[in-house]
C-alpha cells in the first residue's frame, strides 16, 4: 500500500537592478531543518489542484503573488525528506520585488531574497532543484521574452541589456542586442526619461504583451543570439 505524500516547491527569481539575480528563500519555523533556509512550498491539500497549492504556499510563507509561475520538474527521490515519502512538484517563477514588501507566515518564521552567487546551505534537495531552474530559466529567457517580468512597468533600455547579461552570466554584444530586440516590435517608446549617470537621460520603454500574444500565434519566434 502506497504512503505517499506530495508537495509543491517554488523557485521565485527576483531582479534587484544592477544586482546580481536573487531567489526567494524561506527560513523554517518547524523541524525538519528548522531555522535552516529553503525555497517555499508545502504539501497539497486533498482538494486542491497543484497551482493553487504552490500559490497559496507562496503567499502564505512570503506574501508574493508572481506574475509568471510554470512547473519546472518533478522530485521524488527515496530520503529527500527524513519525515515521509515525498514527491514534490517544483515550479518556477518570476517577480519584480520592488512590487511587494515580503512577510513570513505559516510554516516560515523569516523570507528574504538572497543572491544566486551568495546561497546560505539549503534545507532537503532544494540546491539541486534550484540548479535545475537557473538553468532552466537561463535558457529559456533566450527564447521566450520572460524577462520582461522582473522589470518594471517602465524600463530604459539599459535595464532590459544588464537583466538579460545578469541572468545568462555572460557579456552580450550590446548593439546585436539592441537591434534584434527592436525588430521584433515589441517595445513601446514613453514619453518618459530616466537620468542614468552624467550621460543624457534615457528613453523609457514598456513591453507589449499583446502585440508578443499576436506574433507567437502567428508563430514568431523570439531569439536573443
Known sequence: MQNIKVAVDAVIFGYFDKKDLQVLLIKR???PFKGGWALPGGLVLDDENLDDAV?????????????????????????????????SIAYLGLVNPSYYELFADSDAEDAQWFSVNQLPKLAFDHKGILDIALKRLRTKIQYQPIGF????????????????????????????????????????ETNNLKKEGSGRPGKLFTFNQEKYKELEEQGFYFEIK
Open 29 to 31: 519555523k518547524i523541524d
Open 55 to 87: 500559490k497559496r504556499e507562496l503567499y502564505e510563507e512570503a506574501g508574493i503573488k508572481p506574475d509568471f509561475l510554470e512547473q519546472l520538474y518533478t522530485f521524488g527521490n527515496v530520503g529527500r525528506d527524513p519525515r515521509n515519502r515525498v514527491v
Open 149 to 188: 517580468n522582473l522589470l518594471n512597468e517602465e524600463f530604459p533600455f539599459s535595464d532590459l541589456e544588464n537583466l538579460y547579461k545578469t541572468i545568462i552570466g555572460q557579456e552580450i554584444d550590446r548593439r546585436n542586442f539592441r537591434k534584434k530586440i527592436m525588430s521584433y516590435g515589441l517595445l513601446n
